[in-house]
């Protein structure tokens, strides 16, 4: 079980990282453009680490808390998030640019700002 520090620093690392996909992102105008250029591809590679790493850090919190900590928020589709860190590291040539490409548009910033909501939730219960 997570002790809420523990949860917490595990949570700023995860926004961390979740932060550096829209900078990551903001050259990519259209799928096509991680593939069109190795400056593309190095996009999708970075991206792809990065959500391999948040898909594994919540399947991991999703163990140590027995699947009651990420119920909580259930605006995140957590199977999604934890899915595609099985398939970025199972496997990734299977990965398809649009996928990525949707995942930053459409799922990061709620993933972020649920993350956000995450650690101030923790702060409020700390200050109690």
């Known amino acids: 079980m997570l002790d809420s520090e523990?949860?917490?620093?595990?949570?700023?690392?995860?926004?961390?990282?979740?932060?550096?996909?829209?900078r990551r992102f903001?050259?990519?105008?259209?799928?096509?453009?991680?593939?069109?250029?190795?400056?593309?591809?190095?996009?999708?590679?970075?991206?792809?680490?990065?959500?391999?790493?948040?898909?594994?850090?919540?399947?991991q919190i999703d163990d140590k808390t027995e699947g009651q900590y990420l119920s909580r928020y259930p605006e995140i589709p957590w199977r999604g998030v934890i899915g595609m860190r099985n398939v970025l590291a199972h496997d990734y040539f299977a990965v398809n640019e649009k996928i990525i490409f949707n995942t930053c548009q459409l799922s990061v910033p709620p993933l972020m700002a649920t993350v956000r909501q995450m650690l101030a939730d923790l702060l409020e219960a700390r200050d109690l």
């Open 6 to 22: 523990q949860l917490r620093d595990r949570l700023e690392a995860i926004l961390e990282a979740l932060e550096r996909v829209p």
């Open 26 to 59: 903001s050259k990519i105008q259209v799928p096509q453009d991680f593939i069109a250029t190795e400056e593309g591809r190095e996009h999708l590679d970075s991206i792809s680490m990065v959500l391999l790493s948040v898909g594994e850090a919540f399947r």
